[in-house]
């Protein structure tokens, strides 16, 4: 080993102050099992996780796929299986580097293009191909990329102090390291004898600086460590070593699972967060919701509580699109339970969650128990359901008849807050107040207007200044934004979502302010634009309810990516993507306004 320089182990001593040499220890870095299993695919070769050459693993060897008779038909099926939205193209004739095993296993592929495995097709059998290598096949699959979670795109998180850059140079040279970390990869091919091919490199580090991370159990008497990890989480190990030293590191979306993985197995909790807060940016990608529920059971397994919020959240802003995905007959009763104790949950009304819930219990009726489905059932909020659809419930209900008393139960707790004042229900001993009496976010009439590309043939009412400074109207294609105009809405809701106030309106104004004239013509200081404000056009005549509404920003009509309160009637619409919870291209918007009344 060369000698440290004498300013390089008075750093580490500034920093560490510890000392100590070892033995062996092993750990396996990966919890889930990284073999690959009969008839798994992956695309391999490609920086994207959407694009490579496509390769079949088979009878312990990963082997290619001949283009013969190759189409989008195909191409589909793969994508399908590999739980991306649809394929993009076909790649052929594509260098995706060195193929390791040196088979072809599939020729002559015939996909109908409806098939969700890619050995239900038609093809010759396992091996059997006149085809070379240099026609493999690739495929690039669709993700929806918001270009902002694109295989290109760096993150740099600097959690850095000021000696970070020394001990990089420390750890680049490699001066007087003493612990070795021995990383071991499985390649997804079994040798003659039938254990699995291993890959492996060998890194060397300082003892001092893994101290500080008790997970790596660098302790007195060890001098090294083996760490089994999937080959693709390969090249991100030095990265993370070398975050050790100098808390910097470039993450992008092809290495941020590896990263955050490898930071919660080590408990380096500050890179874990932030890895984990950059992972859920890629959840819009995927409307098939596959990708969403796998990274919430991730973020379970590795304890990482901020990531399984973020799921959690993106699950219920956007739960009507989860209730048609392929996902929503497989979801688990945990993730449901959590989704239904939720007052960010969006859909069009409660009578709607209450449905949908009963369709899921109906269709894995031979799986759930009647306990399960009370503790489901329970967490609908029955005062929060239209009174209209409650006389609707014991004649519609596929599951009432199972469940009847409970039925009974949490109806007459709706029927008595629908005829009964809120104060009247609170002089009652037996009452319970509890989040039965919240609204969710409702967004079915009345309660919410759309201000942008419309969801419904409603026109959009634009209000602007003419040259004599007079009011005037009209009505514009709902996609542009013209300088200088306001977009409008105007409707009206009743006060509270009791039968009690059915009849007692209020009128609404929502707008949308793009410039700092429009805000000025209102009366409006704007802080930032673009602005959005939602104001009662009458007087609130019931003291004891409390309007909590929200904004909804739908991104290009596909998914919500925020949902933001109304502070003083506005709110100040963050137009950056990075103060987004989930990003949107080019900040396209919708905006949702919901209006939210409740007791107080």
Not at 49 to 62: A, F, L, M, N, P
Not at 65 to 82: F, I, K, N, S, T
Request: hydrophobic share 35%; proline share 4%.
């Amino acid at each position: 080993m060369e000698m440290l320089t004498y300013r390089n182990v008075r750093t580490l001593w500034l920093l560490l102050l510890l000392n100590v040499s070892g033995n062996a220890s092993k750990f396996n870095l990966f919890r889930r099992n990284p073999e690959a299993q009969e008839g798994d695919i992956r695309l391999f070769g490609s920086k994207s996780i959407s694009e490579g050459r496509v390769e079949v693993y088979h009878d312990g060897k990963w082997g290619t796929v001949c283009d013969d008779g190759w189409d989008l038909a195909e191409a589909q099926v793969v994508c399908r299986q590999l739980h991306f939205p649809g394929a993009r193209s076909v790649v052929i004739g594509q260098d995706y580097g060195e193929v390791k095993s040196g088979l072809i296993w599939l020729d002559d592929i015939n996909c109908n293009g409806t098939e969700y495995h890619l050995l239900t097709c038609g093809f010759k059998n396992w091996g059997v191909t006149d085809c070379t290598h240099k026609e493999d096949v690739g495929v690039i699959c669709e993700t929806e990329s918001t270009n902002v979670t694109s295989s290109d795109s760096t993150h740099t998180l600097d959690h850095s102090f000021s000696l970070s850059n020394d001990l990089g140079q420390i750890f680049d040279s490699g001066n007087g390291c003493d612990f070795l970390i021995s990383v071991k990869s499985a390649t997804g091919n079994r040798l003659e004898d039938g254990n699995m091919e291993m890959e492996e490199t060998t890194i060397c580090v300082h003892k001092m600086i893994l101290l500080n991370f008790p997970l790596f159990n660098a302790l007195e008497g060890i001098s090294n460590i083996s760490v089994n990890i999937r080959e693709s989480c390969q090249p991100y190990v030095t990265p993370f070593i070398r975050y050790l030293y100098t808390h910097k590191i470039d993450v992008t979306f092809s290495s941020v699972q590896c990263l955050h993985w490898m930071a919660s197995k080590f408990g380096v909790k500050q890179l874990m967060e932030d890895t984990g807060r950059l992972l859920s940016k890629v959840l819009p990608e995927d409307a098939s919701f596959f990708t969403q529920v796998s990274i919430y059971k991730y973020a379970e397994e590795t304890g990482d509580m901020v990531l399984q919020e973020n799921c959690i959240q993106y699950l219920a802003w956007n739960f009507e699109s989860l209730t048609k995905s392929p996902v929503w007959a497989d979801l688990s009763v945990e993730i449901i339970g959590a989704l239904l104790t939720r007052s960010d949950l969006v859909v069009p009304d409660e009578y709607f969650l209450l449905q949908t819930v009963e369709s899921w219990i109906t269709k894995k009726s031979e799986f759930v128990s009647l306990e399960t489905q009370v503790y489901l059932l329970n967490r609908i909020r029955f005062p929060m359901i239209p009174v209209e659809k409650l006389y609707e419930i014991e004649s519609n209900s596929t599951v009432y008849s199972t469940n009847k008393k409970m039925y009974q139960e949490n109806m007459l707790k709706a029927y008595q807050f629908n005829v009964l004042l809120f104060s009247n229900l609170l002089s009652n001993p037996k009452f319970n107040r509890d989040d039965d009496y919240l609204p969710r976010i409702y967004t079915a009439k009345p309660w919410s207007t759309v201000i942008g590309p419309p969801t419904s043939p409603e026109p959009t009412r634009t209000v602007y200044r003419n040259s004599y400074n007079r009011r005037q109207y009209g009505y514009d294609n709902p996609r542009s934004y013209v300088y200088g105009q306001t977009t409008t809405k105007s409707f009206h809701t009743p006060v509270h979502n009791s039968l009690i106030f059915k009849d007692n309106k209020i009128n609404w104004e929502a707008n949308v302010f793009k410039s700092n004239y429009e805000c000025s013509n209102r009366g409006v200081r704007c802080i930032s634009l673009p602005m959005a404000r939602l104001v009662p056009q009458s007087h609130l005549s019931q003291s004891n309810v409390l309007f909590r509404n929200r904004l909804l920003l739908l991104c290009q009509g596909r998914y919500i990516c925020q949902v933001q309160d109304f502070k003083d009637n506005l709110v100040h619409i963050a137009s950056n993507n990075t103060l987004l919870a989930y990003p949107c291209p080019d900040d396209q918007y919708d905006y949702h306004f919901v209006v939210r009344p409740e007791y107080v």
